[in-house]
Nanobody, 123 residues
Framework: QVQLVESGGGLVQAGGSLRLSCAAS????????MGWFHRAPGKEREFVAA????????YYADSVKGRFTISRDNAKNTVYLQMNSLKPEDTAVYYC????????????????WGQGTQVTVSS
């Protein structure tokens, strides 16, 4: 059974940084693309970032380009989201996800999801 467990969320002031982690188990981690989505209060879940199986290709939502960085460590079965220059509008629950291809993740065609971790950015 595939499990994705997020950690690293919390409360931070605007302009601050957080690093989210997602530990995966139950499948050959290095064979799959990984990604992050978020759901802000009262809104739909939205794509944030994705990374292919090797880490050599990444995609970002326009709203986070230049501020967020997705990376992975296949030896640790973990994907990361480094979030810098955080803004109050980044406040959301952040979900880790996985899929066969990076373009499928970007379009939301993911096969497993984590439970989410709350990120709150105060102004």
């Amino acid at each position: 059974q595939v499990q994705l467990v997020e950690s690293g969320g919390g409360l931070v002031q605007a302009g601050g940084s957080l690093r989210l982690s997602c530990a995966a188990s139950g499948r050959t981690f290095s064979s799959y693309a990984m990604g992050w989505f978020h759901r802000a209060p009262g809104k739909e879940r939205e794509f944030v970032a994705a990374i292919n199986w090797s880490g050599g290709l990444t995609y970002y939502a326009d709203s986070v380009k230049g501020r967020f960085t997705i990376s992975r460590d296949n030896a640790k079965n973990t994907v990361y989201l480094q979030m810098n220059s955080l803004k109050p509008e980044d406040t959301a629950v952040y979900y880790c996800t996985t899929g066969f291809r990076i373009d499928e993740i970007r379009s939301g065609r993911c096969d497993y999801w984590g439970q989410g971790t709350q990120v709150t950015v105060s102004s």
